[in-house]
């Protein structure tokens, strides 16, 4: 069975990949037919991804209602923790962060853990800030200093007791980073269960700018109610969207990867990453892999970046269920500047590409569509970039006019489809997103791979924001040289032998009249993104 499942996956994946090549490489228009077969593809798996959520959502609406049937089952479920990692965070987010967890109140919930990540001079704001958000007298809370990055169980059973009576405890310890500090979260809940038989089934984690909703934590925590899933990941929205273009841009971007991505993915159980500002993990299989997880190492050097993708893996290879739900929403900060987001970028696909070694042996433990989207992560953006290349520097006017075309059309029919489920008109301009996909997005993802065994972290703190420039700013700049040298030699090369080609003036129209669409409506962005920025509540104060 083993055998078949890996056969099957093999097949599908061969499927998937075999015909864009052979098609480009052996057909006389390496363009026409090898991005019709392409773009097949995409407006294929963008239809399935369209349904697939759709049915998810339905069934996150039935599934709530299910539990409210049988309301005795969820309220003997248990209680959960939840768990709060910030390194020398922006105070005003810090605050909103610590200001949300007030408003969460329920009967499954039983302590709070604020993780610092530092015990220095320079993190001490941080434990001020707890101290002003949560009074003693009201919220029993208290505060711990480790002194200790790598803590025996020993020294967290002697801290454990210290607070033993707290709801809300503020916990400091030696930078390590974020894997070691949610480690020792992780271990003060399995205390719990094991010294005071606590009946604690999972953990919310979250970040420390985060805001979470009201009801967020309970409507995750209701889903484990079925023993096969291991994970839960809730909706995820930038609450600094109008601070700039990109960071408008990238909540849009947020919408379509958790509303329609992360949706479509959940329907078969296999989430591939449950976003770190808002994931909730059931303790027990916590228990299980916590070792393996907080010791991973790749290439020889222990991991310290991509925490919530390899704990998602993890549960995975348990072959237990990983879901989504848009009925449990939080709002967190995004970069709003581009070399901040490239950085971020950077990260992100450093770890994503790391974790395919974790996910191809995993294969068989889940869904057909769980190898579609991993041939979707590894190979599509490059046949994506392989073409436009191509077209740039070998292709005609044509070429170009035809793949601007498909591009655009798979971006509108994504905006179009996003405006028909939210009713919100900014999600028309997704198609705008294409731009920074292929001038910011792609670049990292060379960096990512050629830097793939550097494990620093690439940002610095929010509290703290450095644009240092490092040499990865080369490529950034270098790529984008190239497509604009690349785009000015296409269309010299088609005026200039567009008669002897048989290349109409049209075409070059049809081109230009596209790009100019695009520069208008960036045009258009910007000042709506300022105009938003200028009247916004969350502005108003600054």
Not at 89 to 104: A, H, Q, T, V
Not at 161 to 186: P, W, Y
Not at 462 to 475: A, L
Request: glycine letters at 6%.
């Amino acid at each position: 069975m083993f055998l078949f499942n890996l056969l099957l996956r093999l097949l599908l994946a061969l499927a998937l990949i075999v015909p864009i090549i052979v098609i480009s490489k052996y057909s006389y228009n390496y363009t026409a037919y090898g991005l019709s077969i392409y773009g097949l593809y995409l407006v294929c798996y963008l239809f399935i991804q369209s349904i697939f959520s759709v049915l998810n959502d339905n069934y996150s609406w039935s599934k709530w209602s299910l539990v409210k049937r049988k309301r005795n089952i969820y309220e003997n479920l248990g209680l959960y923790n939840i768990i709060v990692v910030g390194y020398r965070e922006d105070p005003g987010y810090y605050k909103m962060c610590l200001e949300s967890l007030k408003n969460i109140v329920s009967i499954h919930l039983n302590k709070i853990y604020i993780m610092i990540d530092g015990n220095e001079p320079e993190d001490e704001y941080m434990i001020k800030i707890f101290k002003e958000t949560f009074d003693n007298n009201i919220y029993k809370s208290t505060c711990i200093r480790l002194e200790q990055s790598e803590n025996s169980d020993n020294t967290l059973i002697k801290t454990y007791f210290e607070q033993l009576d707290n709801n809300i405890i503020c916990v400091a310890q030696k930078h390590s980073g974020k894997r070691q500090t949610m480690s020792t979260g992780f271990q003060f809940s399995l205390l719990e269960n094991s010294i005071r038989n606590k009946n604690i089934q999972a953990i919310f984690c979250t970040d420390s700018d985060t805001i979470i909703g009201e009801n967020c934590t309970d409507e995750m925590f209701s889903y484990f109610t079925d023993p096969n899933i291991g994970a839960i990941c809730g909706n995820l929205s930038i609450y600094n969207k109008y601070d700039s273009v990109i960071a408008f841009l990238t909540s849009i971007r947020y919408w379509y990867a958790f509303h329609l991505e992360r949706a479509y993915q959940s329907l078969t159980g296999s989430v591939l990453c449950v976003s770190g500002p808002i994931g909730m993990y059931r303790l027990s299989y916590i228990e299980q892999i916590l070792k393996d997880w907080r010791g991973q190492t790749f290439l020889g050097k222990l991991c310290s970046y991509g925490d919530d993708r390899h704990l998602t893996n993890k549960i995975l290879s348990l072959g237990k269920k990983v879901v989504y739900t848009n009925l449990a929403s939080a709002a967190t900060e995004t970069p709003n500047n581009l070399y901040r987001f490239f950085k971020q970028q950077i990260r992100w696909n450093k770890s994503a590409f790391r974790e395919i070694f974790w996910n191809i042996p995993i294969l068989h433990k889940h869904s057909l569509f769980m190898t579609v989207d991993l041939v979707y992560i590894i190979c599509y953006p490059f046949f994506c970039i392989t073409y436009l290349m191509y077209v740039l520097w070998k292709g005609t006017l044509l070429d170009l006019g035809m793949y601007f075309t498909i591009v655009c059309v798979l971006g509108v029919i994504k905006s179009i489809y996003g405006y028909i489920r939210t009713g919100n008109l900014e999600t028309i301009l997704y198609f705008l997103y294409t731009l920074i996909y292929i001038s910011v997005i792609f670049p990292a993802k060379i960096v990512a791979i050629l830097n793939i065994n550097d494990n620093s972290w690439g940002t610095s703190s929010r509290k703290i924001i450095s644009d240092k420039v490092t040499f990865d700013i080369i490529v950034l700049i270098s790529w984008n040289l190239l497509l604009v040298s690349g785009l000015f030699f296409n269309i010299y090369y088609g005026i200039s032998n567009g008669i002897s080609n048989g290349i109409s003036n049209g075409t070059f129209l049809y081109t230009l009249i596209i790009s100019v669409c695009f520069i208008l409506m960036l045009s258009f962005t910007y000042i709506y993104v300022y105009i938003k920025k200028r009247t916004s509540r969350l502005y108003k104060n600054e």
